[in-house]
């Protein structure tokens, strides 16, 4: 006999019957050898009648050993085997076919112990099965359910592993993508909110579809911004290359998105993005009672102080992750800025393409119209760290469009602050609400140095007026 994997074994058969055989020879044997000695000791026997007398013996032990064999046998396999060895043939029938497990074949004089045996099984794997199927439920059901608020893979490691539950982490190596949208906020604040939960829904189904393609994970929503990590939990050996691909796509299907969103009468929306590579600590972060799987790490902080700096349609790569794939990305050339907080010079460089295992290549914004040359008084506020200053400065447009603003400002705002606009008059009982924009560069043309800003945020109405100015003025 032979067990589930080929082995050989003894089986209940083989085991049973030779112990049986074994012992009745045991027992013919002493009776033989008893036998002998008595005949030898208590009568004057030759010794040809005593051999005689031997073989007589040895004949009916053997008749006797063979009928209790072929009767004990018969019985006992009738009786004992044959239930067991069908027991034992159901169990091995749950490797092959689930549904035919509880099959067992019992003759109905089977002892009323092994029929208490197959009523045991029977419970016990119904109760196994049942057990089993709402563990299935329950884990497919976690799975549904916060694969909606963690990656899946998060997900799967933490009811896979058996400390995924604890609060703690490992330090590695990431690239973290920081994506936010322009001016969503002082958008909302002027529509349904109904109306703009569903259109960020919209913006975020689309990003996420585009994050997982890239085997990245959702680490955070934070309103209009997403946090994504590329090689948590899991390194893939090109994460920062994965991220900027991820990230120009996801730049070009927002243009697409916005084609959508302008047929239902929405602004279109604008989204800048800043991605840096460096160690942090991933795992549960929190306590008992709350906690999250996140990251920890200076590398988050520079990639959120990259995108920053970002305008919209823009894609902002630090350092590095400039290391990592400059041999495959097309880039403009560095820029650096000093922040707050920081002990040397954050560098960053703008990419529009890549080409590796990923080739994506940055859509090309739409032609701008040509700016109409205006005069338009203003006042400004530089924003440090999303604080307005409280003392404004003054300037004045020489062009404006959809997008820029070309101004002179007194006071030289540098390179990449961002600024709040405001113009000093209304126009026919309509007042422009506030502007946000960015200074994207200092130009000097025909000895006139003025600053280029871009426009981050406006009302629709006030860019509805600026369009027509333009078609009144250039015309």
Not at 60 to 70: E, H, K, L, T
Not at 207 to 221: A, C, L, R
Request: glycine share 6%; net charge negative; charged share 25%.
């Amino acid at each position: 006999m032979t067990d589930y994997n080929g082995n050989k074994k003894n089986g209940v058969r083989e085991i049973l019957l030779m112990g049986v055989f074994w012992r009745i020879l045991f027992i013919e044997a002493a009776l033989l050898i008893f036998s002998l000695f008595s005949k030898w000791m208590m009568e004057d026997v030759a010794a040809t009648d005593l051999f005689w007398y031997g073989v007589r013996i040895i004949i009916m032990v053997g008749i006797i050993i063979a009928f209790m064999m072929i009767t004990l046998k018969n019985f006992l396999n009738y009786r004992i085997i044959t239930p067991l060895e069908e027991i034992a043939k159901a169990n091995k029938r749950i490797q092959e076919d689930i549904s035919l497990a509880d099959q067992v074949e019992l003759s109905d004089d089977a002892p009323d112990e092994i029929k208490g045996i197959v009523t045991s099984r029977g419970k016990m794997l119904k109760t196994i099965f049942d057990v089993s199927e709402e563990r299935l439920r329950l884990v497919n059901f976690i799975r549904e359910t916060f694969g909606r608020y963690l990656s899946n893979k998060v997900v799967d490691e933490i009811l896979e592993s058996p400390d995924g539950h604890k609060i703690g982490g490992t330090r590695k190596t990431v690239t973290v993508l920081m994506a936010d949208l322009r001016g969503f906020t002082s958008l909302s604040e002027t529509r349904d909110p109904e109306e703009m939960v569903q259109l960020l829904n919209r913006y975020l189904e689309k990003m996420s579809v585009i994050i997982n393609k890239y085997d990245g994970i959702i680490d955070e929503i934070i309103g209009d911004a997403i946090l994504a990590i590329f090689g948590a939990p899991e390194n893939h050996g090109d994460d920062p290359a994965r991220a900027v691909a991820c990230a120009l796509e996801m730049q070009n299907n927002l243009i697409d998105l916005n084609d959508e969103i302008l047929a239902s009468g929405y602004p279109p929306l604008e989204m800048g993005i800043g991605i840096n590579t460096g160690n942090v600590i991933v795992g549960n972060i929190g306590s008992e009672l709350r906690m999250k799987y996140g990251i920890v790490g200076a590398a988050v902080n520079t990639a959120a102080r990259i995108e920053s700096n970002s305008i919209g349609g823009q894609v902002l790569i630090g350092e590095s992750t400039y290391d990592h794939v400059k041999d495959a990305v097309k880039t403009d050339p560095a820029q650096s800025i000093m922040m707050k907080g920081m002990k040397k010079p954050l560098v960053f460089c703008s990419v529009f393409a890549i080409e590796s295992k990923y080739t994506v290549l940055l859509h090309a914004p739409v032609e701008e119209k040509k700016a109409l040359s205006i005069r338009l008084p203003f006042q400004c506020w530089e924003i440090k760290d999303k604080k307005i200053d409280l003392l404004p400065v003054t300037g004045e447009t020489i062009r404006v469009n959809d997008n820029h603003i070309d101004a002179l400002i007194p006071v030289g705002l540098k390179p990449l602050t961002d600024i709040k606009l405001k113009f000093d008059f209304c126009l026919e009982a309509h007042c422009f609400e506030d502007i946000y924009a960015k200074n994207i560069s200092i130009e000097t043309e025909d000895n006139i140095t003025f600053n280029r800003l871009r426009i981050t945020s406006m009302d629709p109405k006030d860019r509805g007026i600026l369009k027509k100015w333009m078609v009144q003025g250039l015309n």
